[in-house]
């Protein structure tokens, strides 16, 4: 089994920067991507950012230049660095898992979601 942590996430005035961390743990062989997605009430689940086990990164063009998206010292670690934040970066966040790893006994190509953070931008 493969699980997805994510911590970070609070309350931050117009302007403000929060750092996003997730954490992937269980049974895993390969880590593909790791990925950052938010959702609000009136939204779909979008693609914020995410990293590829190469290094490669892509951006959603709302927050190209504002946010990082980073992997920690630990392999299955991947944080989101948010700067200049607006109140339209209000959501929940989530962190995606791409990886091969075990699912109950099977080694097959897993995608896993965290349970989501709560980012509040006020004006």
């Known amino acids: 089994q493969v699980q997805v942590v994510e911590s970070g996430g609070g309350l931050v005035h117009d302007g403000g920067s929060l750092r996003l961390s997730c954490a992937a743990s269980?049974?895993?062989?390969?880590?593909?991507?790791m990925a950052w997605y938010r959702q609000t009430p009136r939204t779909q689940r979008e693609l914020v950012a995410l990293?590829?086990?190469?290094?490669?990164?892509n951006y959603a063009d709302s927050v190209r230049g504002r946010f990082t998206i980073s992997r920690g010292n630990a392999n299955n670690t991947v944080h989101l660095q948010m700067n200049s934040l607006k109140s339209e970066d209000t959501a929940v966040y989530y962190c995606?898992?791409?990886?091969?790893?075990?699912?109950?006994?099977?080694?097959?190509?897993?995608?896993?979601w965290g349970q989501g953070t709560q980012v509040t931008v006020s004006a």
């Open positions: 995606n898992v791409n990886a091969l790893g075990d699912d109950r006994g099977m080694m097959r190509r897993l995608s896993v």
């Open positions: 990293t590829t086990s190469s290094g490669d990164t």
């Open positions: 269980g049974s895993i062989f390969e880590l593909y991507t």
